[in-house]
């Protein structure tokens, strides 16, 4: 199995499409429970748990496809 990528809040923030200042105001803030790892002044986000997150986020409109 291959270890899970960390990914830095630039490559996070071009991975979700959201801007490198919106994921430290969600950070601080405690905006949306995207869970991190902070060690010293490093920010990195785990892939898996970053994947996992969006999956929660993920929405059904409930329509009928035909």
Same mark, same amino acid.
């Given at each position: 199995m291959e270890?899970?990528?960390l990914m830095s809040p630039? !490559?996070?923030? !071009?991975?979700? &499409?959201v801007k490198e200042s919106s994921l430290a105001v969600w950070r601080t803030n405690k905006t949306y429970p995207l869970p991190y790892i902070k060690v010293g002044g490093l920010i990195r986000y785990n892939k898996d748990a970053v994947d996992k997150w969006l999956e929660s986020?993920?929405?059904?409109? &409930?329509g009928r496809h035909e």
């Open positions: 270890p899970s990528k630039k !490559e996070l923030s !071009e991975y979700i &499409g986020r993920t929405k059904n409109t &409930g």
